[in-house]
């Protein structure tokens, strides 16, 4: 139902390194940038990842992302407990000509 | 630090408009750098843009393509704040509401949220 697709679920132990991926079409993911936005449990979504790559300051470096074609990924290194949050991306629809989101990744540190 | 500030009644009816208004802190609405959006979020439906509006050399709006019909967000200047109004609500718009800022490309400032649900 979104035009963004996420898979529903991603978990880690502490310390390792888990990736979660956005996947698009030519119309969004394919011409624009990405952005990830992270939801701690009860709050606010906030933006992580901006223009495919870049980290607003005070996002630490265990946190990355990357986009090739129509797909883009979001990793987190060194996987920590306050990292179990949902995980949103999000880029501009040249064809909708508004903004799309994919469904969110909640993601379970074990 | 820019802060946005969601209010408004927390249960509308069946068929009646919604209306929320948001308001603006260390900034301006009327920014040439900024555009104000709402976005909502739901379980079924998960993050959802709705709308925004913004300043250049004039207003513009732009709006979700599917709820274009039902979907207003104005401009206050006079108090620094903007709103939504969403007409003909059906239980499916039960939410929570977020005023967003957007600059450069991405959504940087979220409000709190407002949680809004439809029923008689």
């Known amino acids: 139902q979104t035009v963004l697709t996420q898979p529903p679920s991603a978990s880690g132990t502490p310390g390792q390194r888990v990736t979660i991926s956005c996947s698009g079409s030519s119309s969004n993911v394919g011409r624009n940038t990405v952005n990830w936005y992270q939801q701690l449990p009860g709050t606010a979504p906030k933006f992580l990842i901006y223009?495919?790559?870049q980290r607003p300051s005070g996002v630490p470096d265990r946190f990355s992302g990357s986009k090739s074609g129509t797909s883009a990924s979001l990793a987190i290194s060194g996987l920590q407990s306050e990292d179990e949050a949902d995980y949103h991306c999000a880029t501009w629809d040249d064809s909708l000509k508004n903004w799309v989101f994919g469904g969110g990744t909640k993601l379970t540190v074990l | 630090q820019v802060q946005l500030q969601e209010s408004g009644p927390g249960l509308v009816k069946p068929s009646q408009t919604l209306s929320l208004t948001c308001a603006i802190s260390?900034?301006?609405?009327?920014?040439?750098?900024?555009?104000w959006n709402w976005i909502r979020q739901s379980p079924s439906r998960g993050l959802e843009w709705l709308g925004r509006t913004f300043y250049r050399s004039k207003w513009s709006n732009d709006y979700e393509v599917s709820m274009k019909s039902r979907v207003t967000v104005n401009p206050d200047t006079s108090k620094n704040q903007f709103s939504l109004q969403l007409s003909s609500v059906t239980p499916e718009d039960t939410a929570v509401y977020y005023c967003?800022?957007?600059?450069?490309?991405?959504?940087?400032?979220w409000g709190r949220g407002t949680r809004v649900t439809v029923s008689s």
């Open positions: 967003v800022r957007s600059q450069d490309g991405h959504f940087d400032v």
């Open positions: 223009s495919n790559n």
């Open positions: 260390g900034d301006s609405v009327s920014s040439k750098n900024a555009a």
